[in-house]
């Protein structure tokens, strides 16, 4: 092999491998697409933060907040513009560039030596290219195990949205609950003051005494001083929800056009709903996906038994020592004397001087000897971290199943608790009041029996007024507990059957389910004195 075929051949290895990682790009964005259907399923709504879409957010948030927020724009808006959600995002990028990564051969290693001879001529020239092709069994389970982390990743960033989702819920409902303790506050503030009004009404006709108006003026300032503590309340319940919302405009700018009083029918049955949160949490699903990615690792560690086989060419051109002047006299005298005659010495050609040269090129091959070290530790870390991310699984699926009996004991009771306030007791309450405030006013009673009356109607609406606000902040709760919508949670377990084993398929995602969310229904008006 002449010299100028092997250094082609020297370039065309050190090119060789240029299309296997020169075209790699990190493209994030179909997996914000997948994210976003995650986090579309378990909250109800498909329009999300993404990366690179600042502008539009910003729009679609003005468009929210103009006419008013209702629990689930709350929701919305929380999953376009937390803070935290937002940054949450970005993970999935650093996933995705992991994933590019690990499909990448490394880098091939070349080495260059130029030795020059001390007597002076020509330089020895010695060049070697190799590459691990260890990489080229190792690197199939690497990418695996890396795409089953950015699945993992996708998961838990939809679980953290649909978390964010449910605190935006609740923090909504807290400040309505909070408002309408405010408004009752004033309202009960209000009756209170007729009850005074009407004890110095009586006092100056001469059926009632001093002593009449300073009991119930006693409690129309407990009323007042329940009004600040309601109003400070409701402030903090606000700045609350607008933290969350990650709005910053003031707490009191923020809009609420929903009230409570809608207290859901929905039946619960605990063996379905627990299948179904199995099926359907993404905390499960992204664990699932933590004991995959376990496993690829034990396979990749196994197949680092031999970590470095590298084959590639290797150059070598050995020196020579710099050639001797000729006596061109003394050759011209012993070549004449030879022919008889004057003759000039022979001169010996180029290609007979080429002829003697040393290049030479050929494959090298460099291997690892496993000897002292054949990973035997990182395999068995990595069996370890496998057996803690099963145990880890194990521990969950028991956790959401208590979680999901939890969440149906919590929001049927609070369900009951406030239909029991709004069919019973607030209505006896109200019966009372009047009744007293009648016999009062025609002097067959006393004022304590009204001030009683009125402490107990004062007490009933103040405790329906927090019935009611348990009753909704249990929709969300149950929601988080099983990882669907209250819509959809209750016509996924109607068509699921008890006992269905909904958390088998591990390894495959839910088919997705793109019906909308309905409106919640029209509230009842508030119980009034």
């Known amino acids: 092999m002449n010299r100028k075929t092997g250094m082609l051949l020297l370039a065309g290895a050190l090119g060789a491998g240029y299309p296997l990682g020169g075209c790699a790009r990190v493209n ?18 498909a329009d999300v933060f993404r990366p690179g879409e600042e ?11 103009k006419d008013g927020v209702t629990a689930d724009e709350a929701a919305q ?6 803070p935290k959600l937002q940054a949450a995002f970005y993970k999935i990028g650093l996933a995705r560039a992991d994933v590019v990564q690990s499909g990448l051969l490394s880098n091939p290693s070349l080495g260059v030596a130029l030795r020059l001879p001390a007597g002076g001529g020509l330089a020895s020239f010695e060049a070697d290219l190799a590459q691990n092709i260890a990489e080229l069994w190792q690197l199939p389970v690497r990418k695996r195990a890396a795409e089953r982390a ?10 953290q949205a649909a978390e964010i989702a449910g605190e935006a819920k609740s923090a909504f409902y807290a400040t309505v609950g909070a408002d309408g303790r405010l408004k009752i506050a004033q309202q009960n503030r209000e009756v209170t003051q007729r009850v005074l009004e009407l004890a110095e009404f009586r006092r100056s006709a001469g059926a009632g005494s001093e002593l009449d108006v300073n009991l119930a003026r006693g409690v129309f300032l407990e009323t007042e001083l ?13 700045r609350t929800l607008v933290e969350v919302l990650g709005l910053t405009i003031h707490p009191n700018e923020l809009v609420l056009t929903e009230t409570l009083g809608h207290i859901p029918e929905h039946p619960l049955d605990e063996d379905r709903l627990g299948e179904l949160a199995l099926a359907e949490r993404l905390d499960v699903r992204a664990t699932r996906q933590a004991v995959r990615a376990a496993e690829e690792r034990l396979v990749l560690e ?6 470095s086989l590298e084959v590639g060419v290797a150059l070598e051109r050995g020196e020579r020592g710099r050639a001797e002047g000729r006596d061109l006299l003394a050759d011209t005298a012993r070549a004449s004397v030879a022919s008889g005659e004057l003759t000039a010495p022979e001169i010996e050609p180029r290609s007979a001087r080429r002829s003697h040269t040393d290049f030479s090129i050929g494959p090298s091959l460099a291997l690892e000897l496993p000897i002292f070290d054949q990973n035997q530790a990182q395999i068995a870390r990595a069996r370890y971290e496998l057996e803690q991310s099963l145990r880890l699984l194990d521990g969950l699926e028991r956790t959401v199943r208590q979680n999901v009996r939890g969440a149906i004991d919590q929001a049927q009771t609070a369900w009951e608790v406030a239909r029991f306030y709004r069919d019973q007791i607030v209505p006896q ?9 009648e016999s009062y006013q025609a002097g067959k009673s006393s004022v304590l029996s009204v001030l009683d009356a009125e402490r107990t109607f004062l007490s009933a609406r103040d405790r329906y007024a927090e019935a009611l606000q348990a009753a909704a902040a249990a929709v969300p709760v149950l929601e988080r ?6 819509d959809r949670l209750v016509r996924a377990a109607e068509r699921e059957p008890a006992g269905a084993p909904a958390s088998q398929p591990a390894r495959q995602s839910a088919p997705e389910d793109t019906s909308d969310n309905p409106s919640s229904g029209d509230m009842p008006e508030e119980v009034t004195p």
């Open 28 to 45: 994030p964005r179909p997996d914000y697409q997948r994210a976003a259907a995650r986090i579309e399923r378990a909250t109800g709504h």
């Open 481 to 486: 507990a099983v990882g669907l919508p209250i």
């Open 55 to 65: 502008e539009r957010v910003a729009a679609r948030l003005t468009e929210i907040v």
């Open 77 to 82: 808006i929380a999953l376009l513009n937390n």
């Open 226 to 238: 329940t009004v600040q503590k309601a109003r400070l309340a409701t402030a903090e319940a606000r």
């Open 302 to 307: 196994q197949r680092r038994v031999f970590p």
């Open 429 to 437: 309450a109200q019966r009372s009041l009047e009744m007293s405030r």
């Open 150 to 159: 950015l699945d993992r990743t996708i998961l838990e960033v939809a679980a």
